[in-house]
Nanobody, 114 residues
Framework: VQLQASGGGLAQAGGSLRLSCAAS????????MGWYRQAPGKERELVAG???????TYADSVKGRFTISRDNAKNTVYLQMNSLKPEDTAVYYC?????????WGQGTLVTVSS
């Protein structure tokens, strides 16, 4: 499984960004996809996840502001981020879970200015 993330950048507080993650390879084996983030000096944390059946999960800090979705025809997962806060600043990583394996895309930097 290969993952290609895109869509990071600079936004002002209260603004929006959308991240995309395109999967290729053995995509039919993917159980769940998600977005993680890692801020400077902090551990990587789960932001949002979506199962192959469409069930979603969110970190408490982003509930009501971020939405994860998937387009199965395009093998792509999106993270719509609204009402951004400076504390959302981090490198965001796309993840795909296949059985007991984790695959990661390259990180994409999101910077939110106050």
């Amino acid at each position: 499984v290969q993952l290609q993330a895109s869509g990071g950048g600079l936004a002002q507080a209260g603004g929006s960004l959308r991240l995309s993650c395109a999967a290729s390879g053995n995509i039919f084996s993917i159980d769940e996809m998600g977005w993680y983030r890692q801020a400077p000096g902090k551990e990587r944390e789960l932001v949002a996840g979506i199962t192959s059946g469409g069930s979603t999960t969110y970190a408490d800090s982003v509930k009501g502001r971020f939405t994860i979705s998937r387009d199965n025809a395009k093998n792509t997962v999106y993270l719509q981020m609204n009402s951004l806060k400076p504390e959302d600043t981090a490198v965001y990583y796309c993840n795909a879970a296949v059985a007991d394996m984790d695959y990661w895309g390259q990180g994409t930097l999101v910077t939110v200015s106050s």
